[in-house]
């Protein structure tokens, strides 16, 4: 058997040829470069990280509203409402004071209420609980309150994203009173104020409902019945009807609607609150300026285009008028009979 020539050992050394060492010092430094490269990459990535993160933070912090220059019992009036339909933009932090005119029909509510719409930074809804649905129990009424008060409730008197005092109009009879306990509750928890707006001669209240009942049956104006009028001719025509009042049923009548009014008053006396009476306001304008100091708004010269209806003596209102002056005659509401207004 033939010996191998090649020994173990060199059967290794010529597996690979050596390199000088002029080539082995440049891998080595190629190496190095591509490890530079790579580790200067990874730090970079982390930099810009850090910076986007750093911005992003900066961008979604919010900065809290100015405190204003105000008592600090005013404090809980004032709210900065983030309505879900549109966003409050730079008057995100102009405070907005939450209201509600609270009154019975036919008290000169509706005219009141034009008035205030009149000024560019008040917005009152209207008779929103006169849906019966919206007042059905409490958890309806305060969902329709915290969505009107959240900006979020859209009228013909919706104003804008600098809305600085939101409100409605609501009658005592649509569920204001049967649930007053958790409305109060509500009105205080949330610093809602109230203003009260009640007429001082009950009689002439009632002309004015018994003939807005008349007219919603027979329609006067060209078959369409209005509450409220913007011409003199129109005031003229639904003027024209006298009702004629029970003359048994008048003083029971007209000491209920006092003894309503006086209950809500009493019922609502820990809210803040305005009473206002539909006679001053005509005698006397100034008194808007107490209700828009009221509401911590600017003052503005405020008008409506609404047209009173019933003017005059009652004599001339009353198609009955005899029987109702005897009845009245010596009792505590003889007073109504007089002429207790005129505008200034």
């Known amino acids: 058997m033939a010996e191998n020539p090649c020994s173990f050992k060199d059967i290794f050394l010529i597996k690979a040829p050596k390199k000088s060492?002029?080539?082995?010092?440049?891998?080595?430094?190629?190496?190095?470069?591509?490890?530079?490269?790579?580790?200067?990459?990874?730090?970079?990535?982390?930099?810009?990280?850090?910076?986007?993160?750093?911005?992003?933070?900066?961008?979604?912090?919010?900065?809290p509203c100015p405190h204003p220059d105000v008592e600090p019992e005013e404090f809980r009036y004032m709210h900065y409402p983030k309505p879900n339909t549109y966003s409050r933009a730079e008057c995100a932090c102009n405070p907005v004071r939450y209201f509600a005119i609270l009154s019975m029909q036919r008290s000169g509510s509706g005219w009141f209420e034009t008035l205030l719409n009149n000024h560019t930074n008040i917005s009152s809804n209207g008779e929103i609980f006169s849906v019966k649905v919206r007042r059905s129990n409490i958890?309806?009424?305060?969902?329709?309150?915290?969505?009107?008060?959240?900006l979020d409730w859209l009228s013909s008197a919706s104003k804008n994203e600098c809305?600085?005092?939101?409100?409605?109009?609501?009658?005592?009879?649509?569920?204001?009173?049967q649930h007053h306990e958790e409305i109060v509750e509500y009105f205080n928890t949330r610093g809602v104020s109230a203003i009260f707006l009640f007429r001082r001669n009950l009689l002439r209240r009632m002309i004015s409902v018994l003939a807005?009942?008349?007219d919603r049956d027979n329609k006067l104006l060209n078959g369409t019945h209005k509450?409220?009028?913007?011409?003199?001719?129109?005031?003229?025509?639904?003027?024209?009807?006298?009702?004629?009042?029970?003359?048994?049923?008048?003083?029971?009548?007209?000491?209920?609607?006092?003894?309503?009014?006086?209950?809500?008053?009493?019922?609502?006396?820990?809210?803040?609150?305005?009473?206002l009476f539909y006679e001053d306001i005509v005698k006397n304008r100034t008194k808007l300026l107490d209700v828009q100091d009221f509401l911590k708004v600017p003052k503005r010269d405020l008008k409506s285009r609404q047209v009173k209806i019933h003017k005059g003596n009652?004599?001339?209102?009353?198609?009955?008028?005899?029987?109702?002056?005897?009845?009245?005659?010596?009792?505590?509401?003889?007073?109504?009979?007089?002429?207790?207004?005129?505008?200034?």
Not at 239 to 255: E, G, Q, R, S, V
């Open 227 to 275: 509450s409220h009028v913007h011409s003199p001719h129109e005031a003229e025509i639904l003027a024209k009807y006298k009702p004629i009042i029970n003359a048994t049923l008048l003083i029971p009548n007209l000491k209920q609607v006092e003894d309503t009014s006086t209950k809500a008053l009493e019922y609502l006396k820990s809210t803040r609150h305005i009473i």
């Open 314 to 344: 009652l004599s001339s209102q009353i198609e009955n008028w005899g029987d109702v002056q005897r009845t009245l005659a010596g009792t505590r509401y003889e007073r109504f009979l007089s002429v207790d207004y005129r505008r200034r």
């Open 212 to 214: 807005n009942l008349y």
């Open 139 to 150: 958890s309806t009424i305060v969902e329709t309150l915290d969505k009107l008060y959240n």
């Open 163 to 177: 809305t600085a005092a939101v409100g409605l109009k609501w009658m005592l009879n649509q569920g204001l009173m």
């Open 21 to 63: 060492p002029l080539v082995l010092r440049m891998i080595v430094v190629l190496f190095a470069m591509v490890c530079g490269v790579y580790i200067c990459s990874i730090c970079l990535k982390q930099v810009s990280t850090r910076t986007k993160s750093g911005f992003s933070s900066v961008q979604v912090i919010q900065r």
